[in-house]
Structures are given as structure tokens and as C-alpha cells.
């Protein structure tokens, strides 16, 4: 009895590996927003890890997770790396900057790229649109997966696009200078 209950159990275990591995591992997120900005005013948000990190991510999340920043400043090989609890591991690196698109590489839990963010800038008469797409390669068995990835990322996609909305339509600051002088009081 306890024989036979432990060949059912293995090979239930062994039926779900074999779907696991047969299901497809690939997985794409799109996603859009309207700016009122101009392209050239949007790209700096887009090249510079730096600021990537500031809207790309939810920072309650992760709150200790560590980052760290490399190659140029903005553009073709500036990256982002990180370690966190949550978040795990991976890099990002700018891998091409194009009129209208830039495409990032993404090493998630991994030393190879196994993820692509491109985003698309197409501007019209009130602003520009701006399409983050992402697809990338789930590890061996993650096609049972694929579903719960698409929709999580598809959420903090969209969390990052407003955040990227309020960063690029927010009025720049007033330059602070020295504060006028007050008045006294005058006598009536």
C-alpha cells in the first residue's frame, strides 16, 4: 500500500516536471502612457540608471536593498546593479539609445541577459507616448509561471509609468536665492 501510494506521488511529481518543461517560457509585458513633454525632455529619464531607479521601482518594497551604479553616467553601458531580499539579484545596463527608443538588458538572478525593456517614444501634437515593453526567458519549469509573471510585472509597469508621468510633468523648482528683505511694520 504505502509502496503504491509512492509510485502515484512520483509519478504525479514526474508528470507535472514533464508539463512544467514543456510549457513555453516566454514571457512579454506592454504597456503605455501619455506625456505632455517633448521626447528630448522624456530620453534623460530613460538613459541614466540613476533616475531609472527612481521610477522604475517601488521603493517600500525593498527598502534595504542595495544599488549600485557603473560605466558612464547616461547612455550605451551605464548600469544598475542590485541585491535585496525581495527584489533578489540583477543588473540592468543601457544597451542601445536610438532617435525614439532605448533598450535595456536585464540579468535577473542571473549573469546572463535573459530580459529586454524597450521603450518607444512617439510624439504627437500634445505630447509623446511612451511604450515600456519587456520580454525575457523564465529558468526551466518556469512556463508554470509565465501567467503570474506577466501579471505582476504588467502592475509595476504600469506603477512606473505614472511614476515616470509625475517625474517628467512635474513644474521644475524655483530656483532658490537669497529671501527678500522683509519690511517693518509701518506706523498708521
Keep these: 500500500m504505502v509502496r503504491r501510494a509512492a509510485t502515484l506521488v512520483i509519478a504525479a511529481v514526474l508528470g507535472l516536471l514533464a508539463i512544467g518543461l514543456a510549457l513555453p517560457r516566454s514571457f512579454q509585458v506592454e504597456r503605455r502612457v501619455h506625456l505632455d513633454a517633448l521626447p528630448e525632455q522624456i530620453m534623460p529619464a530613460l538613459t541614466n540608471p540613476r533616475t531609472l531607479e527612481t521610477w522604475t521601482r517601488d521603493h517600500a518594497v525593498d527598502p534595504d536593498a542595495l ?3 557603473g560605466g558612464p553616467e547616461e547612455g550605451p553601458g551605464a548600469r544598475w546593479a542590485w541585491r535585496g531580499s525581495v527584489l ?7 544597451a542601445a539609445v536610438e532617435a525614439g ?18 521603450f518607444t517614444l512617439s510624439p504627437d501634437a500634445s505630447g509623446t507616448w511612451v511604450e515600456w515593453r519587456t520580454k525575457g526567458l523564465l529558468p526551466p519549469l518556469g512556463g508554470c509561471f509565465v501567467g503570474t509573471v506577466e501579471n505582476r510585472l504588467g502592475q509595476h509597469t504600469e506603477a512606473g ?8 510633468e512635474a513644474p521644475p523648482m524655483a530656483p532658490r536665492g537669497p529671501r527678500p528683505a522683509s519690511r517693518p ?4
Design 67 to 69: 544599488h549600485s551604479f
Design 88 to 94: 533578489g539579484t540583477g543588473a540592468l545596463t543601457v
Design 101 to 118: 527608443s532605448v533598450t535595456l538588458a536585464h540579468a535577473i538572478e542571473s549573469d546572463e541577459v535573459n530580459a529586454t525593456t524597450t
Design 161 to 168: 509609468l505614472m511614476r515616470l508621468k509625475r517625474l517628467v
Design 185 to 188: 511694520p509701518q506706523p498708521e
